[in-house]
């Protein structure tokens, strides 16, 4: 491996150490860099097009995932800010099922039209689909779009607007519109409250948007070298799975990205399977970086990856009954420099005006530096509104943790 300045360099070699895909992968992510002074609409745009998606989960004991990746990197900033961005009826970003529901640029949308078709073909080929059982459905919600304009699900009546079910309460309005989201017949008008508001296409996109037909090819080879370059370096299922497309068609893809000289395929000893690195990747010498990762966080998000990277293996155990969790519940990595050294689990209680530390763990074999996480954490409680952070005790790193707060003051 060569370096062309003192601090940073090209991937230029077949072989790359463990250490060093590490650090290529973190870079590649955004991390290592100067935080900004301030954080502003352009540092978020910047970020967000980096990424390319921001995965959105509705779990909000501690903060709702899509703000968590920016935060990351950027350090606090307004979340109102991105509020503005992403919620938009007709702003600089969509959403779509793009890794899972996503935040995405508007100009992507062609992209995935491609899914959209498939999505709508294999509800025509299935006589048994709730689809294609409910075709009067999704007709009438089409016609109400389009005679009412954008609107939410709640929003919408209906005698079929009956809530079913313990965990979702989806009812047919909901699901119908959900059907004809995934097909593209109906897209995001922004969201209020959080809640998705739906509209015809023509009601929110661009003509430019409207009229861009990308074929399934060009479509796979843009997504699969925004993959290459979001990830840095990674393994075909690595670079599949960022936004969730088969290995078949993404070892075609790097196929001809490789003929191109777009990616480069190299060696990391210990991956077992094919890896690739794209041209723009960036090794540095060192990442400085101090953060915690949202369970959705694209450096965490494939579990096999974050354990081939890091030696972590992270599962979520949101949906795992109490007795059963092994850290807690919704547990987020704990990032320094290059390795992810520990995990906690947080609830901002904004009742008492806490952040609450429900457990906390040292990952074996890493060093953690406590008070550079206590200083993370009551940064953290400061951007959340919250004025303390207290740790209930629980996991092998809570003793030192609360030690360290109770020394910061």
Do not use: C
């Amino acid at each position: 491996m060569t370096v062309a300045s003192a601090s940073v360099g090209r991937v230029v070699k077949s072989v790359v150490s463990p250490a060093q895909a590490r650090r290529i992968a973190l870079a590649a992510q955004g991390f290592g860099g100067v935080p900004p002074t301030v954080v502003g609409t352009r540092q978020l745009n910047l970020a967000i097009d980096r990424l390319g998606i921001v995965q959105i989960d509705s779990v909000n004991v501690f903060e709702r995932s899509h703000y968590l990746p920016l935060y990351a990197r950027l350090g606090a900033y307004d979340r109102t800010l991105l509020d503005r961005l992403t919620f938009a009826a007709k702003g600089r970003y969509t959403e779509y099922w793009a890794h899972e529901a996503a935040f995405l640029p508007v100009a992507a949308w062609p992209l995935w039209r491609w899914k959209m078709r498939e999505y709508r073909d294999g509800y025509d080929r299935d006589d048994s689909s709730w689809a294609a059982a409910n075709q009067p459905m999704l007709q009438w919600l089409l016609d109400e779009l389009r005679t009412s304009g954008p609107l939410p699900a709640s929003a919408i009546e209906h005698d079929s607007n009956v809530r079913r079910g313990p965990w979702w309460g989806w009812s047919d309005v909901k699901r119908g519109l959900e059907v004809l989201f995934r097909t593209g017949d109906v897209v995001s008008a922004g969201r209020t409250r959080f809640e998705r508001t739906y509209a015809l296409p023509e009601q929110v996109l661009p003509g430019e948007i409207l009229d861009a037909e990308v074929s399934k090819a060009d479509a796979h080879r843009a997504l699969v070298e925004h993959a290459t370059r979001a990830h840095g370096i990674g393994t075909v299922s690595d670079i599949a799975d960022y936004f969730r497309l088969k290995v078949a068609d993404t070892t075609t893809a790097l196929r001809e990205l490789d003929d191109e000289g777009v990616v480069q395929r190299v060696e990391v000893p210990g991956w077992k399977r094919p890896t690739f690195v794209h041209r723009d990747a960036r090794l540095p010498r060192r990442i400085e970086a101090d953060a915690l990762l949202s369970p959705f966080d694209p450096v965490v998000w494939e579990r096999p990856r974050a354990e081939r990277l890091f030696g972590f293996h992270y599962r979520i155990e949101i949906y795992t009954p109490q007795p059963k969790r092994v850290f807690g519940y919704y547990v987020l990595p704990v990032l320094q420099d290059d390795a992810l050294v520990g995990r906690v689990d947080l609830k901002s209680d904004r009742q008492s005006g806490v952040l609450r530390v429900q457990a906390a763990w040292h990952e074996a074999g890493q060093t953690v530096e406590v008070e550079r996480l206590a200083g993370l954490l009551r940064r953290t409680a400061q951007w959340q509104g919250l004025g303390d952070v207290e740790v209930t005790g629980r996991g092998d790193l809570a003793p030192a943790l609360a030690s360290a707060l109770r020394a910061g003051g």
